[in-house]
């Protein structure tokens, strides 16, 4: 996104032209930004050739699902929803891994169905299920086994997966128990470490310390892993104050490791691929001054956009017009759903704004749409997937009647 002749636009197109043809509030994507953004991923990692597998679960638009496989990549998928959108955006099953804590015997039935390439599994009880069936089916089912390495990644709780009060993966000491059940298994072959350890990570150091437990863990065990799953949670830039995550130190760091460990690599990024692809564009419905703050209300609401009121996340927000007249007060950018966290930001030394004004929230595109509700009874918005000067609708709004 950047301003042309003071108009703010998405690769050619205004975001002016976009909300007065397709109405507001609406999701917009760049794929020019995609593509960089899959090439640049590539770029950093290419000296081992990593199997990429999309974090579907941040952005669940099948036809942006169905660009991202014309690169290549695969799907990380956590229910059978996932994996059927991905199968049916084109995905090759020997490219999808299943993860997650509370998978159902009927899903994990459809993945062994489906030969995708692996179930990561994160329990005992799981690993005794995915026997189970297997043994129904005569067949013998590649398996993953998710380590817990206790890992803080200094993120937000809300979004940490790698630390032991953490529920996902296991413990060392039920690692190697799990290790030795699934080698005397006929029906389950055990191909892949996995670890997680969290979301929006801009630091190299947890990365390296993740790394630092599996190695310990690998020298202790006579066992060679086909796969290594280091998971994905490479964050972005949501603002001027973020600094950027460092590839070049992860790529050495996973290059030392793989002198150690000859397996073969799996990422699975999400917001990085897809987060700064997208913006929603809201119109200002109201301005309103109440005591010493003045709120301007969209019509755009935390139903749309649900990370600043579950997470407090931080969103760049543009004016669609450039202007050079300041608002010399703060202003309070809510929503119009009945709740008071429906609140996107708080604009300091804001230019000017008046009612039927368009603004566009940035970095949308992961984590966006895909955790949108319909809560007071909202219909979901429009998305766009905009290629140099051509629009193409991937998504259609939702109409009311949709939901009665």
């Given at each position: ?14 975001v ?44 669940t638009?099948?036809?942006l ?9 695969g ?12 199968l ?32 990561n ?37 809300q ?68 796969f ?47 987060g ?25 609401a935390?139903n749309?956009?649900?990370r ?30 009945c ?66």
């Amino acid at each position: 996104m950047k301003y042309i002749n003071k108009k703010l636009t998405i690769e050619k197109i205004s975001v002016q032209n976009i909300a007065k043809k397709f109405g507001t509030p609406t999701y917009c994507y760049s794929y020019k930004q995609l593509s960089e953004n899959i090439n640049n991923f590539k770029d950093n990692f290419k000296s081992f050739s990593p199997l990429i597998c999309f974090a579907v679960k941040s952005n669940t638009n099948v036809n942006l699902i169905r660009e991202i496989r014309r690169f290549g990549l695969g799907a990380d998928v956590v229910s059978k929803g996932e994996m059927v959108l991905s199968l049916k955006a084109g995905i090759n099953p020997k490219k999808i891994v299943f993860s997650g804590v509370g998978k159902t015997s009927e899903e994990i039935s459809y993945a062994i169905d489906k030969k995708i390439l692996l179930i990561n599994a994160e329990s005992y009880s799981e690993i005794k299920v995915i026997e189970k069936i297997a043994k129904l089916k005569k067949k013998k089912v590649r398996v993953g086994i998710r380590l817990n390495p206790n890992t803080d990644a200094k993120t937000l709780s809300q979004i940490s997966t790698g630390k032991k009060e953490n529920k996902f993966g296991v413990n060392e000491k039920i690692f190697y128990e799990l290790l030795k059940y699934c080698k005397n298994s006929k029906n389950i072959d055990l191909k892949c470490l996995s670890v997680h350890i969290g979301s929006q990570i801009l630091d190299h150091r947890p990365y390296e310390r993740m790394l630092n437990v599996v190695n310990r863990i690998l020298n202790k065990i006579n066992y060679k892993f086909e796969f290594i799953d280091l998971g994905g949670g490479m964050g972005i830039s949501y603002s001027k104050k973020n600094k950027k995550l460092n590839y070049a130190k992860y790529n050495s760091a996973i290059k030392k490791f793989l002198k150690k460990h000859k397996s073969k690599i799996i990422f699975e990024p999400g917001r990085s691929i897809i987060g700064n692809t997208g913006a929603l564009i809201s119109k200002v419905i109201y301005i309103k001054k109440s005591g010493k703050k003045n709120f301007v209300i969209l019509d755009a609401a935390m139903n749309d956009l649900i990370r600043p009121a579950l997470y407090g996340a931080i969103h760049e927000t543009l004016p669609s017009i450039k202007l050079n007249k300041k608002f010399k007060g703060n202003y309070e950018l809510v929503g119009p759903v009945c709740e008071s966290t429906d609140k996107f930001a708080t604009l300091k030394k804001f230019q000017k704004l008046k009612e039927k004004d368009y603004i566009a929230i940035c970095d949308v595109g992961a984590y966006g749409m895909s955790l949108s509700s319909n809560y007071n009874m909202r219909p979901k918005p429009l998305e766009l997937l905009i290629k140099g000067s051509k629009t193409n609708i991937i998504r259609k709004r939702q109409k009311l009647k949709d939901l009665l």
